[in-house]
């Protein structure tokens, strides 16, 4: 069974600080690896994706991954109270034909 | 532009009828999504389509039916649905199968 680990949090931290979200994977075959934030009643949004080991930056977010740990994180740099969401952490393994899984998700709540 | 629509936003129907579920992407993407959500869980996939044939169908029960008449649509037909199939139902899009998945906004079901 492939899994995606997350701690579901809540993950709680003041405005304008670093927000670090993390993911573990069981799959070491997998290839891809995304971020998606969800607003409570709405659909994942993507925000970041990663396909090779290191850093990934885009604005404010930085994806980190490290597949000799098989682990994948998320920095949220500066954050904000409209950063304040569940992030899910998904992880594919396409060269087998397998489908995007999912973790369970981390709610992250940035306090003013 | 990374816009899938999905029409309705919201259905209600009894265990008797048959509706249908639309989404729709115009960014040429070859593989199309729908997956199932309910509240506080990860997305669960139901289906994908890559390059208009049915590439994974993840055991679901046969009153879901997806249909994809062309490179942009997908349809998701209901019939004889149970209350415990009330959920949000996304519909998603990536260039290839195993690329970054683009979500639409949603359909939230309710069977009475």
């Known amino acids: 069974q492939k899994e995606v680990e997350q701690n579901s949090g809540p993950l709680s931290v003041p405005e304008g600080a670093i927000a670090s979200l993390n993911c573990t994977y069981s799959?070491?075959?997998?290839?891809?690896f995304f971020w998606y934030r969800q607003y409570s009643g709405k659909s994942p949004e993507l925000i970041m994706f990663?396909?090779?080991?290191g850093d990934k930056e885009d604005g404010r977010f930085t994806a980190q991954l490290n597949k000799a740990s098989q682990y994948v994180s998320l920095l949220i740099r500066d954050s904000q109270p409209s950063d304040s969401a569940t992030y899910l952490c998904?992880?594919?393994?396409?060269?087998?034909?397998?489908?995007?899984?999912f973790g369970k998700g981390t709610t992250l709540s940035v306090s003013s | 532009d990374t816009e899938v629509t999905q029409t309705p936003k919201h259905l209600v129907m009894g265990m008797t009828n048959k509706k249908s579920l639309k989404c729709e992407q115009h960014?040429?993407?070859?593989?199309m999504y729908w997956y199932k959500q309910k509240a506080k869980k990860p997305p669960e996939l139901m289906f994908v389509?890559?390059?208009?044939?049915?590439?994974i169908n993840e055991s679901v029960p046969s009153r879901f039916s997806p249909e994809c008449p062309n490179s942009s649509l997908l349809n998701l037909h209901l019939h004889a649905l149970q209350p415990e199939d009330s959920a949000l139902y996304l519909c998603?899009?990536?260039?290839?199968?195993?690329?970054?998945?683009?979500f639409g906004p949603g359909t939230r079901l309710t069977v009475t």
């Open positions: 998603a899009s990536s260039q290839e199968q195993g690329a970054e998945q683009y």
């Open positions: 799959d070491r075959g997998s290839q891809s």
């Open positions: 990663i396909y090779s080991n």
């Open positions: 998904a992880v594919n393994n396409w060269q087998a034909g397998t489908a995007l899984i």
């Open positions: 960014m040429g993407h070859r593989a």
């Open positions: 389509y890559s390059y208009e044939k049915l590439s």
